[in-house]
């Protein structure tokens, strides 16, 4: 327990919305210190794919995702009852990589920036600061946030989530999405030999052994096949708070609120907001960020209402599959707004033309 760090920033939680928020702000010329109660690597359960633009997020503070075991990833693939469909991600590939790689990763090049990290530490946040600005990204359950002052906020969705990995060699460069009426499983390659799977469901009693099943195209590929760790398990939350930032503290990650994790983009808007706040830092004024966050987070919302809306509602599930796999230059568009690499004029025509497929599909 540490009562007060002698720094331009102070950045509580080490996980990579932290790390990347500290490297971007060392980048930037200020004196950064990270404080984590746990030790390093520090794993979770969540998807581990990184969209184009968290990659290429990351290759602007120097961190080179393809020094770590990894998978280039093309695209996304979903996989229904009713059939698949695919599209391929514009530009730049994401990467698949697991939790604890990455987080390898960015410890190292915190290290390099100059980062000073206090691991199995935390700030005591009852006493007198010498950081001129504070950073909180200690996670979706955060207690430092209500400490400074800002509200939990409404949580519009609560869902269970697992994650293992698998020993087998990738047999896509997709991220496969398998949809059933009491979830969806998730299988990201993130080496040459090593798949990452995870699983979101609704039913708080349904566990990953006995959800495997329920999509047996992909039971099939794995059967017999021996997991590389063990299966982790996580809550998972979508919501939104009133404010993320006052005065001279921001929050970024899931402290700051979250997307549903179906949408797959948790660490590209964790990235995006670390360095728009290390650039507010720069510039003396941290009130921007609070616009900026709202812009970064307003397609990501949508989508993730589109796509639980999906996965409550398999009629409708069945009729977009089979719009994507008619016209696949329409998922192509979809996922180009997804990730970013679409805007303007084009997104209103994509929404206009997917209303018309569903419509008629």
């Not at 949809?179 to 609704?202: C, H, I, K």
């Not at 509602?313 to 690499?341: C, D």
Request: net charge positive; hydrophobic share 40%.
């Amino acid at each position: 327990m540490r009562s007060s760090f002698d720094c331009d920033v102070l950045v509580i939680g080490g996980g990579p919305a932290g790390l990347v928020a500290a490297i971007a702000a060392r980048r930037q010329g200020f004196e950064v210190t990270l404080a984590d109660t746990a030790q390093p690597p520090i794993d979770k359960a969540c998807g581990e794919g990184i969209l184009p633009a968290g990659v290429q997020h990351l290759l602007g503070i120097g961190v080179d995702l393809k020094r770590a075991p990894h998978a280039e990833l093309a695209g996304i693939r979903f996989i229904d009852s009713e059939g698949e469909c695919e599209a391929r991600f514009t530009g730049a590939k994401g990467v698949g990589i697991s939790r604890i790689a990455l987080h390898r990763t960015l410890v190292e090049r915190a290290e390099q920036c100059g980062v000073d990290l206090h691991w199995g530490t935390q700030p005591n946040v009852g006493e007198q600061f010498k950081a001129r600005y504070v950073i909180v990204a200690d996670g979706g359950r955060s207690r430092t946030r209500r400490l400074f002052g800002f509200a939990d906020g409404k949580v519009r969705r609560e869902r269970i989530g697992f994650r293992t990995h698998y020993r087998v060699r990738p047999w896509s460069q997709f991220v496969e999405v398998y949809w059933s009426r009491r979830g969806q499983m998730y299988v990201t390659p993130v080496a040459d030999d090593e798949l990452g799977v995870a699983f979101l469901s609704n039913d708080p009693h349904l566990r990953f052994e006995s959800a495997l099943p329920l999509f047996p195209e992909l039971s099939e590929r794995l059967r017999d096949v021996p997991q590389s760790d063990r299966t982790r398990g996580a809550i998972i939350t979508s919501g939104k708070l009133p404010r993320v930032q006052h005065a001279t503290t921001a929050l970024v990650g899931d402290a700051s609120g979250s997307v549903d994790a179906i949408t797959g983009v948790g660490l590209s808007l964790a990235f995006a907001q670390g360095l728009r706040v290390a650039e507010c830092i720069r510039r003396g004024d941290l009130k921007p960020y609070e616009s900026a966050y709202r812009d970064i987070m307003h397609l990501p919302n949508l989508m993730s209402r589109m796509l639980l809306f999906m996965g409550d509602n398999e009629a409708l599930r069945a009729r977009t599959v089979r719009a994507f796999s008619r016209e696949p230059e329409l998922f192509a568009h979809l996922l180009g707004m997804h990730t970013g690499a679409l805007r303007g004029s084009r997104t209103a025509f994509t929404a206009l033309r997917l209303g018309w497929g569903l419509l008629t599909a």
